[in-house]
């Protein structure tokens, strides 16, 4: 029972990290400092995808269903609902490309909001500011 919820609560991580790396950058709208945590994860997202790479969730959650006696993803609600989402049945080389790019192209989409949101930010600071005489 344990080793099954751990397994379902690693689902949940995965979920939530693939979440992150595609979407995390709309964070980065709010706090500035969001960049730094998500684009090693978006990176990271990206080259499991293109790399044909395994993360290593998937072996841990694997391992944890063995030790728990299951034979397959044929349970609960995670088994059923957020298993298929994660790894869907006809996963080919050309979708796992395609959703590298999705990642790719999203997050440069978001960035580049954020840039522009930033400099439209600092330019009006910038305009806000009193202007000091250098001649005092």
Sequence with gaps: MLYQALADFVVLIHLAFILFALLGGLLALRWHWMPWVHLPAACWGAAVEFCEWYCPLTPLENSLRRASG???????????????????????????????????????????????????????????????????
């Design 70 to 136: 299951a034979a397959g993803y044929d349970g609960g609600f995670i088994e059923r609902h957020l298993l298929p989402v994660i790894y869907p049945a006809e996963f080919s080389r050309e979708l796992q490309l395609f959703l590298g790019c999705v990642v790719i192209l999203f997050n440069l989409v978001v960035y580049f909001a954020v840039w522009r949101a930033f400099r439209t930010r600092r330019a009006r600071i910038q305009s806000i500011r009193p202007r000091t005489s250098a001649s005092s």
